[in-house]
Antibody, heavy 122, light 110 residues
Framework: QVQLQESGPGLVKPSQTLFLTCTVSGGSISSGGYYWSWIRQHPGKGLEWIGYIYYSGSTYYSPSLKSRVTISVDTSENQFSLKLSSVTAADTAVYYC??????????????WGQGTLVTVSS | QSVLTQPPSVSAAPGQKVTISCSGSSSNIGNNYVSWYQQLPGTAPKLLIYDNNRRPSGIPDRFSGSKSGTSATLGITGLQTGDEADYYCGTWDSSLSDVVFGGGTKLTVL
């Protein structure tokens, strides 16, 4: 059973960089076949996809956040990470990491972390 | 404003059936597979349906999915109080080159 766990600061100051890590257990990122994503949910709102990374290091980011997002992978630790720069209060959200399956026209998130609330405030 | 449109809320009595709609366009639902997620209060979303109508292992057959044209539907039969949750549809949007979700539908089991 694949499990994902987010970790990182729960409070970030405006204009600083948010940094979160997702630790994967029960499966190896290096085995390939899956994409490793970040998704966020603003308080009381819907889901917003941030981007993914493949074990090879290949990334794709949502156009709406592309200029501020970096996702990286550490296969030796079976972890992947999110950096979001120049944060504002609008980046306050619960951040989830998830395993993503992509194929021709097919796309879904089958395993999710429990989520971590990040608040942007001075 | 979400790219995919869902009703904000639906309700039905225990044991009854409910459907939740998800409306999109040719750039998303019309040409890509749809997935559905259940988010119980205070928890992470859980995959219910993928590839329009397939259920992951462990998801009861009370949950079903369908797609027609640019709309998709989630059906839940034999409603239980434990089904009270927010439900989201999602897919890829080929024009936006982005993952898109519906705004979510809150299910109340009266």
């Amino acid at each position: 059973q694949v499990q994902l766990q987010e970790s990182g600061p729960g409070l970030v100051k405006p204009s600083q960089t948010l940094f979160l890590t997702c630790t994967v257990s029960g499966g190896s990122i290096s085995s390939g076949g899956y994409y490793w994503s970040w998704i966020r949910q603003h308080p009381g709102k819907g889901l917003e996809w941030i981007g993914y990374i493949y074990y090879s290091g290949s990334t794709y980011y949502s156009p709406s956040l592309k200029s501020r997002v970096t996702i990286s992978v550490d296969t030796s630790e079976n972890q992947f990470s999110l950096k979001l720069s120049s944060v504002t209060a609008a980046d306050t959200a619960v951040y989830y990491c998830a395993r993503e399956t992509r194929a021709a026209g097919a796309h879904y998130f089958d395993y999710w972390g429990q989520g971590t609330l990040v608040t942007v405030s001075s | 404003q979400s790219v995919l449109t869902q009703p904000p809320s639906v309700s039905a009595a225990p044991g009854q059936k409910v459907t939740i709609s998800c409306s999109g366009s040719s750039s998303n639902i019309g040409n890509n597979y749809v997935s559905w997620y259940q988010q119980l209060p205070g928890t992470a979303p859980k995959l219910l349906i993928y590839d329009n109508n397939r259920r992951p292992s462990g998801i009861p057959d009370r949950f079903s999915g369908s797609k027609s044209g640019t709309s998709a539907t989630l059906g839940i039969t034999g409603l239980q109080t434990g089904d009270e949750a927010d439900y989201y549809c999602g897919t890829w949007d080929s024009s936006l080159s982005d993952v898109v979700f519906g705004g979510g539908t809150k299910l109340t089991v009266l």
